[in-house]
């Protein structure tokens, strides 16, 4: 099946610096990816949609410029957290869907968990 | 505000019995909906969907019931087996966009 890849895995930083992960479809085309964020013991929560070649389209509550997202290609999106305080510390998902379908074939990524000291 | 909602943390079923995961959505605009199954360290992995026009979708030991006019899908699974073991996510999509929101989980153990 599809496969999305989620780099880094894992990463620790400092407070007040900024960590960029990247999400890769690695052999599909994704006009839409999408970012989400998944506190413990809670919901995936859906932070953006990621638009190939426009901006991303934030949820209500995500603040845009802390959480950058650049869709530069079909297939690479990247989360950029900028000036991360620990509070920001937690698993960021991200998922891609192939192009011109909605028939549920999300593919995920296995995701990035990031610890801000 | 959480618009899909899966109110069973965890459910413990025996090897063989039905499994039964519940699903709730307060937002009318959704019309497609989906399962997913996550493993530990893994993404979570598509299952089985269903679109408002129909109130019932199989696919093998997978089946998804959709009443729309509770706001309330389930999946069923049956017979359980100790492979099916994981967290499952119900999700919505909304009829204006292909975002989908997810409900929080429940965690499924069949027990051998």
């Known amino acids: 099946g599809a496969v999305v890849s989620q780099h880094p895995s894992r990463v620790i930083c400092k407070s007040g610096t900024s960590v960029k992960i990247e999400c890769r479809s690695l052999d599909f085309q994704a006009t839409t990816m999408f970012w989400y964020r998944q506190f413990p013991k809670q919901s995936l929560m859906l932070m953006a949609t990621?638009?190939?070649?426009?901006?991303?389209?934030?949820e209500q509550g995500v603040e845009k410029d802390k959480f950058l997202i650049n869709h530069a290609s079909l297939t690479l999106s990247t989360l950029t957290v900028t000036s991360a305080h620990p509070e920001d510390s937690s698993f960021y998902i991200c998922?891609?869907?192939?192009?011109?379908?909605?028939?549920?074939?999300?593919?995920f990524g296995e995701g990035s968990r990031l610890t801000v000291l | 505000d959480q618009q899909v909602k899966q109110n069973s943390p965890s459910l413990s079923v025996q090897e063989g019995r039905i499994s039964i995961l519940n699903c709730d959505y307060t937002?009318?605009?959704?019309?497609?909906f989906l399962w997913y199954k996550k493993y530990p360290a893994e993404g979570p992995t598509f299952l089985i969907s269903?679109?408002?026009?129909?109130d019932k979708n199989e696919d093998g030991r997978f089946t998804v019931f959709l009443n729309k006019s509770a706001k309330h899908l389930s999946l069923h699974i049956v017979p359980s087996q100790p492979g099916d073991s994981a967290v499952y996510f119900c999700a919505a999509s909304p009829n204006t966009g292909n975002q989908f929101y997810f409900g929080t989980g429940t965690s499924l153990t069949v027990i051998p």
């Open positions: 937002n009318s605009m959704f019309d497609y």
């Open positions: 269903i679109s408002s026009i129909k």
């Open positions: 990621s638009n190939e070649g426009s901006k991303a389209t934030y």
């Open positions: 998922s891609a869907s192939p192009v011109n379908t909605r028939t549920g074939e999300l593919f």
